[in-house]
């Protein structure tokens, strides 16, 4: 192929007259560049790892602690009481001013580091600090005060992305008998007396005894770890699991819901990879400004975004990262395709991009034999694919295409489909949108990489992302500033297309080759049976709420968190009359390389007021009050490690390396989440225009249920007025439907709101199950 003569820089040819040499001139300036570009980065990282490795203090601040030591000896003072004389008696022999000069240098670049190291103490206990979290709103205490301006004071320069990591406290361990404590307070609710006569029992008996042996590992392990959850969280929550990731692990984020900034599915395209390639630029200078609540969040996922893909393995999965990708992998009717985004050193504009991604779409080729449905490997089960890759792709041609999957930036799927709210069914349009995104044709989409993004026939697009490597608010920041550099910074023309002009030398898209013998094929197609069932057993409903949003909410005193929290607890109950075990996601990123908590929000000041929920009086008010409280305390214990779910996950795990076992932990992690909940805040709210603009915002992103028999609730809050909830199932479950759910959770919302309303209404009766069948799909 012509593409890949131009990638060799010489040939040569022995002949009786020697060697004859020939050189591709072209190819030894594409060398170059790409080795001035690879060192620039290595500049740029290495230049950032001193900025990093000082704060909070500035490189600078050397050069003033040495002349403010040689300006005090000028003066014949000894500001190191001794220690320059001490330094003098060890130096070389050299002239007496020179000694002075140089053992004043060594003493002022160790003071300068004792000082940082002093800095970084006092902001790391700072840092720990999280009463101001657990203080009414707007009423700060004296010491929150004080510890806001010294936070301030420590914090004063301009960070990087990563300055704050070396001052982040470690998670805490929490003591063993508070953890218990919580955990049976939290299934009260949900257990009659007897039940929970039994599991207090459990719970004392492994309280006094192996849960005390197991603390101590753990605490030994938190002393020597950054952080005691998160590795074995990776690798036996994500890693080790041997289902298919799709629908059961990755997560998925949705365009725009009422714009469409072009319908021209290539110059979308365009634009949009050429945004998230400048967000990896400002990622690998640390230009991003580090994510804060009211102190700095740990951005140790962040990492992991690009160049990242899961490698399966038949115990255990592996996250493989690479510090540079100048390419991307492109899927289109069966067929891949290398893109490269850099030419003779610089990014492709967007203009270019969609140049290349429009050849794509005209390739006539046909795609290779097996090559078409390849992607259902990732699919599938992980085992079957761990022996496929080892035995059909460790070497030859298909290894070499693997590899170019697995090292690329990021993966591409350009679709044929046109999807987004449209047609005479709106609604069905959304919710076919979403399923095309969590699992698609599960054969067009790569669901190892990192994250995928897809392209739309009419302009829409949307993104895919692995789970094992970070959570879904590391995808969503870069999905927002995606979204928002394509349509208000990049822009298009007004025939659509992406601006600028296009070198036509570009070379052609690579088309990667296969050979894939008929035994390989028949495991893709084994694969694709397990997608395609796990698929279509994937009810969905999408929707947009827009009665009311969170303004509403806080005018009535509430957290809008909290309210709708208490209202998928009123919308389960009334679907199934009983309450479930309850999953909420929250983070611990306060934490060095912390990640995520549950915050379990059935309580039994929830349960209590969902029973009166009907009964619109003060008492009913008084228990949301209550309820709410609760919820928010469940969330602050969580994100200041003192959370129940991982501390006693961890317990297990450390059981299971000493080979002993708990009928308590044992039960505990068996308890099946039916209601798994999580929102997905809006991070960047200054690239956004969410007053007189609120079409300009994603439509939030959703996930695949976590049990058979339960639902999967993802929510995101828009602006002050708009609430988007993704809603999933399984139609081989009896009890549950996603559209009968969907209808409960409006009817709550609006009952709840006319409740804490200064003059409520009478709260609407719940509506009677539909007498019709699911549907079939």
Request: overall charge neutral; charged content about 25%; aromatic content about 12%.
């Amino acid at each position: 192929m012509a593409e890949a003569h131009q990638a060799v820089a010489f040939q040569f040819t022995v002949t009786p007259e020697g060697i004859d040499l020939q050189l591709s001139h072209q190819a030894l300036t594409e060398i170059y560049l790409s080795g001035v570009r690879s060192w620039k980065k290595r500049i740029i990282r290495l230049k950032n790892s001193v900025i990093t490795g000082v704060y909070p203090a500035s490189p600078s601040s050397w050069l003033f602690v040495v002349i403010a030591i040689l300006a005090t000896m000028y003066t014949r003072s000894d500001p190191s009481m001794g220690l320059i004389a001490k330094i003098q008696e060890h130096l070389p022999s050299m002239s007496t001013q020179c000694q002075a000069v140089v053992s004043a240098v060594l003493f002022s670049t160790m003071l300068w580091l004792l000082l940082i190291f002093t800095m970084r103490l006092c902001l790391k206990q700072l840092l720990s600090y999280h009463r101001w979290m657990f203080e009414q709103h707007a009423k700060m205490s004296t010491t929150t005060k004080v510890w806001v301006a010294l936070v301030r004071i420590f914090s004063g320069r301009k960070p990087l992305l990563y300055s704050y990591q070396g001052s982040l406290p470690n998670l805490p361990v929490p003591a063993v008998k508070d953890t218990v404590k919580r955990y049976l307070e939290s299934v009260r609710p949900l257990m009659d007396d007897t039940e929970y006569e039994r599991m207090t029992k459990l719970a004392s008996e492994f309280e006094s005894s192996l849960g005390n042996r197991l603390q101590w590992y753990l605490k030994l392990k938190a002393l020597w770890a950054a952080n005691y959850v998160s590795d074995w969280w990776e690798e036996y929550v994500y890693l080790r699991g041997r289902s298919p990731i799709m629908v059961n692990s990755n997560y998925y984020g949705m365009d725009f819901l009422y714009v469409t900034p072009t319908p021209i599915q290539a110059a979308r395209a365009g634009n949009s990879i050429h945004a998230f390639f400048l967000y990896r630029r400002k990622l690998n200078r640390e230009e991003i400004k580090p994510v804060s609540t009211v102190i700095p969040l740990c951005a140790a996922q962040c990492e992991r975004i690009f160049n990242t893909t899961r490698t399966p393995g038949e115990e255990t999965d592996t996250v493989q990262h690479w510090q540079d990708s100048d390419y991307i992998v492109v899927y289109h009717r069966g067929r891949y395709f290398r893109l490269k985004v850099y030419q003779a050193g610089r990014l492709l504009s967007p203009r270019e991009i969609e140049f290349q991604i429009q050849r794509i779409l005209d390739d006539s080729s046909s795609p290779s034999k097996g090559e078409a449905k390849l992607g259902a490997l990732t699919a599938g089960d992980r085992i079957p694919w761990a022996k496929a890759r080892a035995k059909y792709f460790s070497s030859g041609v298909n290894k070499r295409s693997l590899d170019c999957i697995e090292k690329a930036a990021f993966f591409v799927t350009l679709d044929d489909d046109e999807q987004g709210m449209m047609g005479d069914d709106p609604a069905a349009s959304l919710d076919r949108y979403a399923k095309s995104l969590l699992h698609g044709k599960c054969y067009d989409r790569w669901f190892d990489k990192s994250f995928s993004v897809v392209y739309y026939k009419n302009g829409k697009n949307g993104i895919n992302a692995e789970h094992s490597f970070a959570d879904a608010p590391v995808i969503a920041h870069l999905w927002e500033y995606a979204l928002a550099t394509d349509s208000f910074q990049l822009g298009y023309n007004t025939e659509g297309h992406c601006k600028g002009e296009v070198d036509s030398s570009l070379p052609q898209p690579q088309k990667l080759n296969w050979e894939i013998p008929p035994e390989c094929e028949e495991q893709i197609s084994q694969s694709l049976a397990v997608a395609q069932a796990l698929a279509d057993d994937v009810d969905f409903h999408v929707f947009s709420f827009r009665d009311f949003g969170k303004g509403k909410v806080k005018k009535c005193r509430a957290s809008p968190d909290a309210f709708i929290q208490m209202v998928l607890q009123l919308a389960y109950y009334r679907t199934r009359k009983t309450f479930c075990l309850t999953y909420e996601a929250s983070m611990t990123r306060l934490f060095r390389e912390g990640r995520t908590e549950t915050v379990r929000s059935c309580s039994n000041e929830s349960s209590a007021f969902v029973r009166i929920m009907c009964d619109c009086s003060d008492v009913c008010r008084r228990l949301f009050r209550a309820a709410s409280e609760k919820h928010q305390q469940l969330y602050r214990l969580a994100m200041t490690g003192a959370g129940i779910d991982r501390h006693l996950f961890c317990l297990y795990v450390v059981s299971k390396y000493l080979g002993v076992e708990s009928s308590f932990l044992k039960e505990v992690l068996s308890e099946p989440w039916r209601l798994s909940t999580s929102q997905t805040p809006v991070q960047q709210v200054e690239l956004f225009d969410l007053v007189n603009h609120p079409e300009y915002m994603s439509c939030g992103g959703g996930f695949g249920p976590v049990a058979d028999d339960g639902y999967g609730v993802s929510y995101y809050i828009v602006g002050e007025n708009i609430i988007n909830f993704h809603i999933s199932c399984k139609h081989s479950c009896p009890d549950t439907d996603a559209h009968k759910f969907g209808d409960q959770i409006r009817k709550a919302l609006n009952d709840l709101i006319q409740l804490l309303s200064p003059n409520p209404k009478e709260p609407s009766k719940p509506e009677e199950s539909r007498p019709e069948a699911k549907k079939d799909k």
